[in-house]
Structure formats: C-alpha cells, structure tokens
C-alpha cells in the first residue's frame, strides 16, 4: 500500500524557514520522481519542486527557485523540502506527490503559515 505523510508545517515569520517531510512506504523513493505542490486559500494547486529517481535532477516553480530546496533520503524514504526566506504568500497547504505503476498518489497535506 502506497502512503504519503507530510509533517514539519507549522507557523513562522517571513524571513524565516522550515523543513518538510514526507515519508513514504508502500514503494522506494529512489526509483520514483517525487513532487512537492502546494495550494493556498482559494487558489489552484502550484507545483513547487520535483526530484528525479536519480536525485542528481530537480526543478522548482518560479516563486520558489533560490529560496526552496527538494532533497531525499533514500535510507529513510523520505523527501524534504527546506524552505528558507520564507514570505507570506508562501503560506498554504503542502502536499507531497508521486505516481507508482502509473498511479498518482497524494499525501494529506501539511499547513504552512508565514505571518508576524
């Protein structure tokens, strides 16, 4: 079974940073591209980074390019996101994603506020 868990949201100031998680089972890391997306309060879904099976590859939205980093940790099938210089219209959902066998999976997502 194919499972998604985010966790490291929370609340923060601009200008400050956080790490997401997103630990998987069900399939290994290493062989799948993984994504982050986001969605803030009456917006559509934004992709934010990508990461290739082989993790020498990866690629960011334009509002986040220089200030996020996607990374993975294939002995804890975990991806990160670290998130630095954070503004508040970074604020929103974070959501890990993958497809397995062709099959699109979703994490539930974690909050991210950045307010003073």
């Known amino acids: 079974q194919v499972l998604l868990v985010e966790s490291g949201g929370g609340l923060v100031q601009p200008g400050g940073s956080l790490r997401l998680s997103c630990a998987a089972s069900?399939?290994?890391?290493?062989?799948?591209?993984m994504r982050w997306y986001r969605q803030a309060p009456g917006k559509d879904r934004e992709f934010v980074a990508g990461?290739?099976?082989?993790?020498?590859?990866?690629t960011y939205g334009n509002s986040v390019q220089g200030r996020f980093t996607i990374s993975r940790d294939n002995g804890k099938n975990t991806v990160y996101l670290q998130m630095n210089s954070l503004k508040p219209e970074d604020t929103a959902v974070y959501y890990c994603?993958?497809?397995?066998?062709?099959?699109?999976?979703w994490g539930q997502g974690t909050p991210v506020t950045v307010s003073s």
């Open positions: 069900g399939f290994s890391v290493s062989n799948h591209f």
């Open positions: 990461i290739n099976s082989g993790g020498e590859s990866t």
């Open positions: 994603s993958t497809a397995v066998d062709g099959v699109g999976y």
